[in-house]
């Protein structure tokens, strides 16, 4: 069964900067892709950005420009980097891994930003 376990979430002041990481309990090269959504309260989770097993990446609009994702093999960890936050980067942020058409996901991970 795999886990994934994300961390790194919190409070941050808008313009500021934070990086969620996303660990797993297998080696992250099982997957054919792994990506991050978040969901915002009253909304639909939706997808931030995401990476595939190659390494090729896409990113939605909305943080194109302002997000990295990212994966340490060695760690088994994927990784989100945000930076210039905005309000409306506040959502509970969740990562999802898939490998055979099935997907894994983890319990999630708070982001506030506010001053």
């Known amino acids: 069964q795999v886990q994934l376990v994300e961390s790194g979430g919190g409070l941050a002041q808008p313009g500021g900067s934070l990086r969620l990481s996303c660990a797993a309990s297998?080696?992250?090269?099982?997957?054919?892709?792994m990506a991050w959504y978040r969901q915002a309260p009253g909304k639909q989770r939706e997808l931030v950005a995401s990476?595939?097993?190659?390494?090729?990446?896409n990113y939605v609009d909305p943080v194109k420009g302002r997000a990295t994702i990212s994966r340490d093999s060695a760690k088994n960890t994927m990784y989100l980097q945000m930076s210039s936050l905005k309000p409306e980067d506040t959502a509970v942020y969740y990562c999802?891994?898939?490998?055979?058409?099935?997907?894994?996901w983890g319990q999630g991970t708070q982001v506030t930003v506010s001053s």
């Open positions: 999802k891994a898939t490998t055979r058409g099935v997907d894994y």
């Open positions: 297998t080696n992250i090269y099982r997957f054919n892709a």
């Open positions: 990476i595939t097993d190659v390494g090729i990446t």
